[in-house]
């Protein structure tokens, strides 16, 4: 979206992409992340951090058209049947190489990476021409959250060329702890972690998310392991300094699988003097 030179900053978003199942049960997040779009501007391009690209060195998607990867198992065959064909972008690729590594960061391009389900199951239901430019950046699950939340810092300039900066992880995350008949009321453990984090996000307490492991209650059967937070803290450092961050969408699928999802910055997006992304 531009106007007379000028694009809008986008908002970034926080996305918790759940079971697969989300791309086809008719869910509250389902119908959440499909409705998403009419309120944020048009993106020149998008940018996913998602919990299912883990490298020890960040890497960066730089192929044209990268590939759908089903990375599950076990799951209805039209799940297997379902394409995301949203071209990739080579030149925001180098950009955000280039970004990186004017800061000292270890930096990979991965021209044959495809595009893993935390980036492309939530894209399918909010942009589902798959039209729009799509990039990932990996994480890295052996480090911290606040190596993302920097992460985040470093590729925040984009927003003001109009690029969707998103994490897409989940805000509870312990498949061992899930009722798959998807019945059931959250568990005491998992709403108190839940409630703490909304807390502590809607109220600018970045250090409290930052060090969760030793303040959140119960973080270790909230987040049996780390990937699924840390699209959060890199979320949280693509935001600007006292800028409007709101809980967007709450509801939980199969018991305690928590489907949180957050904005920062103005839904409608501001104008900046930056070039768009031709």
């Given at each position: 979206?531009?106007?007379?030179?000028?694009?809008?900053?986008?908002?970034?978003?926080?996305?918790?992409?759940?079971?697969?199942?989300?791309?086809?049960?008719?869910?509250?997040?389902?119908?959440?992340?499909?409705?998403?779009?009419?309120?944020?501007?048009?993106?020149?391009?998008?940018?996913?951090?998602?919990?299912?690209?883990?490298?020890?060195?960040?890497?960066?998607?730089?192929?044209?058209?990268?590939?759908?990867?089903?990375?599950?198992?076990?799951?209805?065959?039209?799940?297997?049947?379902?394409?995301?064909?949203?071209?990739?972008?080579?030149?925001?690729?180098?950009?955000?190489?280039?970004?990186?590594?004017?800061?000292?960061?270890?930096?990979?391009?991965?021209?044959?990476?495809?595009?893993?389900?935390?980036?492309?199951?939530?894209?399918?239901?909010?942009?589902?021409?798959?039209?729009?430019?799509?990039?990932?950046?990996?994480?890295?699950?052996?480090?911290?959250?606040?190596?993302?939340?920097?992460?985040?810092?470093?590729?925040?300039?984009?927003?003001?060329?109009?690029?969707l900066l998103v994490?897409?992880?989940?805000?509870?995350?312990?498949?061992?702890?899930?009722?798959?008949?998807?019945?059931?009321?959250?568990?005491?453990?998992?709403?108190?972690?839940?409630?703490?984090?909304?807390?502590?996000?809607?109220?600018f307490r970045d250090n409290?998310?930052?060090?969760?492991?030793?303040?959140?209650?119960?973080?270790?059967?909230?987040?049996?392991?780390?990937?699924?937070?840390?699209?959060?803290?890199?979320?949280?450092?693509?935001?600007?300094?006292?800028?409007?961050?709101?809980?967007?969408?709450?509801?939980?699928?199969?018991?305690?699988?928590?489907?949180?999802?957050?904005?920062?910055?103005?839904?409608?997006?501001?104008?900046?003097?930056?070039?768009?992304?031709?």
């Amino acid at each position: 979206m531009t106007t007379a030179g000028l694009s809008a900053r986008m908002p970034s978003l926080f996305v918790s992409h759940g079971a697969p199942t989300l791309a086809l049960a008719d869910t509250e997040a389902h119908r959440f992340l499909r409705s998403l779009p009419a309120g944020l501007p048009r993106p020149e391009a998008i940018v996913v951090v998602s919990a299912h690209f883990d490298r020890p060195v960040t890497t960066i998607t730089a192929g044209t058209a990268p590939e759908t990867i089903h990375d599950f198992g076990g799951f209805p065959r039209e799940l297997y049947d379902l394409r995301y064909p949203a071209p990739g972008s080579p030149a925001l690729a180098q950009e955000i190489s280039a970004l990186l590594a004017s800061a000292g960061w270890p930096v990979e391009l991965g021209a044959s990476r495809g595009f893993d389900h935390g980036a492309w199951i939530p894209l399918f239901l909010m942009y589902p021409d798959a039209d729009i430019p799509l990039v990932q950046v990996s994480l890295d699950s052996t480090s911290d959250a606040r190596r993302h939340w920097q992460l985040g810092r470093l590729l925040r300039p984009l927003r003001d060329r109009g690029v969707l900066l998103v994490g897409s992880g989940g805000t509870v995350h312990n498949l061992r702890d899930l009722d798959w008949r998807g019945v059931g009321q959250p568990a005491d453990w998992a709403a108190a972690f839940n409630a703490w984090l909304h807390g502590v996000v809607t109220e600018f307490r970045d250090n409290d998310v930052l060090q969760f492991r030793s303040v959140a209650p119960d973080a270790a059967r909230s987040h049996p392991t780390n990937e699924h937070f840390l699209p959060l803290p890199f979320a949280l450092g693509t935001s600007h300094d006292g800028e409007e961050r709101q809980r967007v969408h709450h509801s939980w699928d199969y018991g305690n699988l928590a489907m949180d999802m957050y904005r920062f910055g103005d839904a409608r997006g501001g104008l900046v003097s930056e070039p768009a992304l031709g």
